[in-house]
């Protein structure tokens, strides 16, 4: 049976594919085209794939669903009976029980206490008894599921500001408000990263500049009795953890002198400020509410403290003006080996590491068999091979490889901390790097721990007791052991086991995982139960990408000078000064209707089946107007006419109170426009300095020697590594290093054919640069645009720039250098013959070459085809345009 999500999935992929079409609401498709940095789709701007992929199921949902029930989805996707109750998890002998019926079925999984307890129903009972829409949006741990929910957010704004909505209309309402809250005050501190997002790479300009100067972000502060915000205000995100919102009775500590009166105040007061909090948010309108690690609401934890969360949201739900819907993420997305029926994206550990977003771990699990008195030695030898492998390791930031032991208990790590200590000493180590964490730790390891981000922190050996899982980011650890058996309730060995899996960019250094055997057969049972993997998937994932940190080498290249067309349309003032005439339109009906009755016959002269009865019925229906007045004013803004004129010669035309009908105000305004709205097209030739490389796109690092540097990280599939070419020492191309080529022709056209001959000609090339390799418009400024064969503007990035020196004064010539697989010779040959551009291809090779028809004394272009050799004719003219400058 394949599951929602996948089938989701597969909706998804054919609505991308054909540009996210939205009648009603077409700015979505502008949103979401944003999100990718070139044509191919394979560069995104600044989402990862996966929260990308979830980001458009989510507005699927949301635009072409029309935000449907979950279990709608369900009885839409999955038609057949059998495959419904197989889809949503129930067993055929509670099938059975309920007569083979649906609906009777359904209704007891939701009355009857016993009849869910015995089929282990309860997380299904959860989804059909919700009031309003809830979706989970399940995506691995450190695949970045808080700027997806900032993502959902901000999207969820710009589309309110495009499209504002009044009344209590659901049905094509955007979200104005966000409530996002997590458990716990690790995961809450974890979502201040929302503080920190690039919203502009998001959002394209004319909606990010609504969103920033509307947005409002508030965290609650600790002790404040209500929620800084304006009661039914609009574009509030408010950050919370649920204990300080949710509904239940507060626990209370009692002082020894308290009377029983005191006491029934205090926990009166504490209700008050929580009911206070949910008050304030409950009046905000077009509500949505984002709820993180939800696994702590769904399945895994099934019991009180569902209740408490959901009776809050319940709460939201009956008193909140509009709430629009809830919006989960997990990690961990399944319950007892089944997946969460409200899943709708997934995203799982194993995909997480086969590209690069993880650490890769393939081959690093390692368990161990001893017995319980030998702990000591098991631990030894963990930090013994930690620092054997991982003792000169670090970031490239420079911080160093960190090891994360968890223990199930207290007096477990001070019976063990000796034998870690001496380990240490024999591997060169100071004890002085070892911190603890517990429930007991003081402010000075409390604070110690929040600082292991930073590079200059001296602790590399975190022990730790019941902390260091969910929420805890520290992309500097490398691994993680499990000494003794620890605890298997609540996904506590999976959320310590993979905690040092979190990736950072230009590291390629794989993650290690210490294990006993008795933690290895848990771990192995939690990762089935939450992603449906194994301990094998994982250890077979990664290793099939490889993660490069580009380095810009050349901060100021000379710009590219070219010669650009300008066109300005500028209204023509109009020599006449007669005055305003309309003519009424013609008057016309509004538009009818027939209807016609059929039944069906068989008949003998035809195969059709359906047989009118009776006459056809004409119902006329009545026309749409709006009053003289209300026309003048939309007239007089769309044209800049004076609007007491407008609405004069309308008086004159429809009378004092008369109405005009919608259906003749594109007359008027034609009439309107032949008057007095005469443009011109205006065209200025303007030179233009393109950026060949802009440093302010990469991100900025300062070296351990204080020099500036600025990086960025790609990531490529394993078997074309061979294509990242570094640095070899020339003078000449790597203006950022290494190059990251696509194919072979094109790092034999670089480093075997030009290179060498530019550096037998070093007088006359200024230099060479390999420009496909960067296609983010933050990063460079060389492209050209031009129209897809769907309508949308793309950027299209030539491969290569050979720039020879200038000469009297005049900047030097360039050749402009492209190359093509082979099989699109002909069809670009031939379309460009015919200067009817149909390919993409063909489009790009166009738009390129009406830059050199404005530029034939700077810029020359040059395409070559070729499958894996390169041609030799092709070869030698490129380098003829070195030695001889044509």
Same mark, same amino acid.
């Given at each position: 049976?394949?599951?929602? @999500?996948?089938?989701?999935?597969?909706?998804?992929?054919?609505?991308?594919?054909?540009?996210?079409?939205?009648?009603?609401?077409?700015?979505?498709?502008?949103?979401?085209?944003?999100?990718?940095?070139?044509?191919?789709?394979?560069?995104?701007?600044?989402?990862?794939?996966?929260?990308?992929?979830?980001?458009?199921?989510?507005?699927?949902?949301?635009?072409?669903?029309?935000?449907?029930?979950?279990?709608?989805?369900?009885?839409?996707?999955?038609?057949?009976?059998?495959?419904? +109750?197989?889809?949503?998890?129930?067993?055929?002998?509670?099938?059975?029980?309920?007569?083979?019926?649906?609906?009777?079925?359904?209704?007891?999984?939701?009355? #009857?206490?016993?009849?869910?307890?015995?089929?282990?129903?309860?997380?299904?009972?959860?989804?059909?008894?919700?009031?309003?829409?809830?979706?989970?949006?399940?995506?691995?741990?450190?695949?970045?599921?808080?700027?997806?929910?900032?993502?959902?957010? &901000?999207?969820?704004?710009?589309?309110?500001?495009?499209?504002?909505?009044?009344?209590?209309?659901?049905?094509?309402?955007?979200?104005?408000?966000?409530?996002?809250?997590?458990?716990?005050?690790?995961?809450?501190?974890?979502?201040?990263?929302?503080?920190? *997002?690039?919203?502009?790479?998001?959002?394209?300009?004319?909606?990010?500049?609504?969103?920033?100067?509307?947005?409002?972000?508030?965290?609650?502060?600790?002790?404040?009795?209500?929620?800084?915000?304006?009661?039914?205000?609009?574009?509030?995100? +408010?950050? %919370?953890?649920?204990?300080?919102?949710?509904?239940?009775?507060?626990?209370?500590?009692?002082?020894?002198?308290?009377?029983?009166?005191?006491?029934?105040?205090?926990?009166?007061?504490?209700?008050?400020?929580?009911?206070?909090?949910?008050?304030? *948010?409950?009046?905000?309108?077009?509500?949505?509410?984002?709820?993180?690690?939800?696994?702590?609401?769904?399945?895994?934890?099934?019991?009180?403290?569902?209740?408490?969360?959901?009776?809050?949201?319940?709460?939201?739900?009956?008193?909140?003006?509009?709430?629009?819907?809830?919006?989960?993420?997990?990690?961990?997305? @399944?319950?007892?080996?089944?997946?969460?029926?409200?899943?709708?994206?997934?995203?799982?550990?194993?995909?997480?590491?086969?590209?690069?977003?993880?650490?890769?771990?393939?081959?690093?699990?390692?368990?161990?068999?001893?017995?319980?008195?030998?702990? !000591?030695?098991?631990?030894?030898?963990?930090?013994?091979?930690?620092?054997?492998?991982?003792?000169?390791?670090?970031?490239?930031?420079?911080?160093?490889?960190?090891?994360?032991?968890?223990?199930?208990?207290?007096?477990?790590?001070?019976?063990?901390?000796?034998?870690?200590?001496? &380990?240490?000493?024999?591997?060169?180590?100071?004890?002085?790097?070892?911190?603890?964490?517990?429930?007991?730790?003081?402010?000075?390891?409390?604070?110690?721990?929040?600082?292991?981000? !930073?590079?200059?922190?001296? $602790?590399?050996?975190?022990?730790?007791?019941?902390?260091?899982?969910?929420?805890?980011?520290?992309?500097?650890?490398?691994?993680?052991?499990?000494?003794?058996?620890?605890?298997?309730?609540?996904?506590?060995?999976?959320?310590?086991?993979?905690?040092?899996?979190?990736?950072?960019?230009?590291?390629?250094?794989?993650?290690?995982?210490?294990?006993?055997? !008795?933690?290895?057969?848990? =771990?192995?049972?939690?990762?089935?139960?939450?992603?449906?993997?194994?301990? #094998?998937?994982? /250890? $077979?994932?990664?290793?099939?990408?490889?993660?490069?940190?580009?380095?810009?080498?050349?901060?100021?290249?000379?710009?590219?000078?070219?010669?650009?067309?300008?066109?300005?349309?500028?209204?023509?003032?109009?020599?006449?000064?007669?005055?305003?005439?309309?003519?009424?339109?013609?008057?016309?009906?509004?538009?009818?209707?027939?209807?016609?009755?059929?039944?069906?016959?068989?008949?003998?002269?035809?195969?059709?089946?359906?047989?009118?009865? /009776?006459?056809?019925?004409?119902?006329?229906?009545?026309?749409?107007?709006?009053?003289?007045?209300?026309?003048?004013?939309?007239?007089?803004?769309?044209?800049?006419?004076?609007?007491?004129?407008?609405?004069?010669?309308?008086?004159?035309?429809?009378?004092?109170?008369?109405?005009?009908?919608? &259906?003749?105000?594109?007359?008027?305004?034609?009439?309107?426009?032949?008057?007095?709205?005469?443009?011109?097209?205006?065209?200025?030739?303007?030179?233009?300095?393109?950026?060949?490389?802009?440093?302010?796109?990469?991100?900025?690092?300062?070296?351990?020697? /204080?020099?500036?540097?600025?990086?960025?990280?790609?990531?490529?599939?394993? !078997?074309?590594?061979?294509?990242?070419?570094?640095?070899?020492?020339?003078?000449?191309?790597?203006?950022?290093?290494?190059?990251?080529?696509?194919?072979?022709?094109?790092?034999?056209?670089?480093?075997?054919?030009?290179?060498?001959?530019?550096?037998?000609?070093?007088?006359?090339?200024?230099?060479?640069?390999?420009?496909?390799?960067?296609?983010?418009?933050?990063?460079?400024?060389?492209?050209?645009?031009?129209?897809?064969?769907?309508?949308?503007?793309?950027?299209?990035?030539?491969?290569? +720039?050979?720039?020879?020196?200038?000469?009297?004064?005049?900047?030097?010539?360039?050749? *402009?250098?492209?190359?093509?697989?082979?099989?699109?010779?002909?069809?670009?040959?031939?379309?460009?013959?015919?200067?009817?551009?149909?390919?993409?291809?063909?489009?790009?090779?166009?738009?390129? %070459?009406?830059?050199?028809? =404005?530029?034939?004394?700077?810029?020359?272009?040059?395409? +070559?085809?070729?499958?894996?050799?390169?041609?030799?004719?092709?070869?030698?003219?490129?380098? &003829?345009?070195?030695?001889?400058?044509?």
């Amino acid at each position: 049976m394949t599951h929602l @999500y996948k089938l989701l999935a597969e909706k998804v992929r054919l609505w991308r594919e054909s540009g996210y079409p939205c009648e009603h609401f077409p700015a979505i498709s502008e949103i979401l085209q944003f999100q990718l940095a070139d044509e191919t789709g394979k560069n995104l701007r600044f989402l990862r794939p996966p929260q990308l992929r979830a980001l458009e199921v989510y507005w699927y949902l949301r635009l072409v669903e029309k935000t449907p029930h979950i279990y709608d989805l369900y009885k839409a996707n999955y038609q057949k009976k059998a495959d419904l +109750i197989k889809a949503l998890g129930i067993p055929q002998k509670a099938f059975e029980e309920a007569d083979y019926e649906v609906e009777p079925l359904l209704e007891r999984i939701k009355t #009857d206490d016993q009849f869910v307890k015995d089929f282990k129903l309860e997380a299904l009972r959860e989804t059909l008894t919700l009031e309003y829409p809830s979706y989970i949006l399940a995506l691995a741990m450190g695949a970045g599921k808080t700027i997806l929910v900032g993502a959902i957010i &901000a999207t969820e704004f710009a589309m309110a500001l495009e499209y504002p909505t009044t009344g209590d209309d659901l049905q094509d309402a955007f979200v104005e408000n966000a409530l996002v809250f997590a458990p716990g005050k690790t995961i809450i501190e974890s979502l201040r990263e929302l503080t920190e *997002i690039p919203f502009d790479k998001i959002l394209p300009p004319r909606f990010f500049k609504g969103f920033a100067a509307t947005v409002k972000l508030t965290f609650t502060p600790d002790g404040a009795k209500d929620i800084p915000v304006i009661r039914r205000s609009s574009f509030n995100i +408010i950050v %919370t953890n649920t204990e300080k919102i949710r509904i239940q009775k507060p626990n209370v500590r009692v002082s020894k002198t308290w009377t029983q009166l005191q006491l029934e105040e205090k926990e009166k007061q504490l209700s008050e400020d929580a009911n206070l909090r949910l008050q304030t *948010i409950a009046s905000l309108p077009h509500l949505a509410v984002f709820s993180d690690e939800a696994h702590h609401t769904y399945g895994q934890a099934m019991g009180e403290e569902l209740k408490k969360v959901r009776k809050t949201v319940d709460y939201l739900h009956h008193y909140s003006p509009n709430l629009i819907c809830v919006v989960n993420t997990t990690g961990t997305p @399944y319950y007892q080996k089944q997946p969460l029926k409200d899943v709708v994206t997934w995203y799982g550990l194993s995909e997480g590491i086969k590209d690069r977003i993880l650490k890769d771990v393939s081959g690093n699990i390692l368990a161990y068999s001893f017995n319980a008195e030998s702990a !000591d030695k098991f631990i030894a030898e963990v930090v013994r091979d930690f620092f054997t492998e991982y003792g000169q390791v670090t970031l490239p930031n420079g911080a160093p490889a960190k090891l994360a032991i968890y223990f199930p208990q207290t007096d477990d790590l001070e019976e063990l901390r000796p034998a870690i200590e001496a &380990a240490l000493i024999l591997s060169d180590q100071s004890p002085a790097i070892v911190l603890r964490n517990t429930s007991a730790s003081g402010k000075e390891e409390i604070e110690a721990f929040n600082r292991l981000n !930073d590079p200059r922190s001296l $602790h590399r050996v975190i022990l730790l007791v019941n902390k260091g899982t969910e929420g805890w980011n520290c992309p500097s650890l490398f691994a993680c052991a499990l000494a003794r058996k620890l605890k298997n309730s609540n996904n506590f060995v999976l959320q310590a086991a993979t905690r040092c899996l979190r990736e950072i960019p230009g590291n390629n250094h794989k993650a290690r995982i210490y294990l006993s055997m !008795d933690n290895r057969a848990v =771990l192995d049972k939690q990762l089935q139960e939450t992603y449906g993997e194994t301990l #094998d998937d994982l /250890g $077979h994932a990664g290793g099939e990408t490889l993660t490069f940190t580009l380095r810009v080498r050349k901060i100021k290249p000379p710009p590219l000078i070219i010669q650009q067309t300008l066109r300005t349309v500028t209204r023509v003032e109009t020599v006449s000064v007669s005055p305003l005439r309309l003519d009424k339109p013609t008057a016309s009906k509004g538009q009818d209707m027939t209807v016609e009755r059929f039944v069906i016959t068989k008949q003998l002269a035809t195969a059709a089946v359906l047989q009118q009865i /009776g006459e056809s019925i004409t119902i006329n229906s009545e026309q749409d107007s709006e009053d003289v007045y209300t026309v003048a004013v939309k007239l007089s803004e769309w044209y800049r006419l004076d609007l007491w004129t407008l609405y004069a010669e309308l008086k004159r035309l429809y009378g004092e109170t008369g109405d005009v009908p919608l &259906a003749h105000v594109a007359e008027l305004s034609r009439q309107i426009e032949l008057q007095f709205c005469a443009y011109e097209v205006k065209e200025t030739k303007v030179e233009k300095a393109l950026a060949l490389i802009k440093p302010e796109g990469f991100v900025r690092e300062e070296s351990s020697e /204080g020099e500036v540097i600025y990086t960025a990280e790609i990531r490529v599939p394993k !078997d074309r590594g061979k294509l990242v070419v570094p640095w070899q020492g020339s003078a000449f191309g790597h203006h950022y290093d290494p190059y990251n080529f696509d194919s072979n022709p094109e790092k034999s056209f670089f480093a075997d054919q030009l290179l060498p001959h530019i550096e037998v000609h070093p007088d006359e090339v200024e230099d060479i640069y390999f420009t496909g390799g960067l296609t983010d418009t933050g990063k460079t400024d060389f492209f050209v645009e031009y129209k897809d064969d769907k309508g949308h503007w793309r950027n299209y990035f030539p491969d290569f +720039i050979i720039r020879l020196k200038g000469k009297g004064g005049k900047p030097g010539k360039c050749l *402009i250098v492209e190359i093509k697989n082979a099989q699109w010779e002909t069809t670009i040959n031939s379309e460009l013959v015919s200067g009817k551009a149909v390919s993409n291809e063909a489009r790009k090779a166009m738009a390129m %070459t009406r830059w050199v028809d =404005l530029n034939p004394e700077r810029l020359k272009y040059q395409i +070559i085809f070729a499958d894996d050799a390169l041609p030799n004719d092709e070869i030698a003219r490129a380098k &003829a345009f070195v030695t001889e400058g044509h």
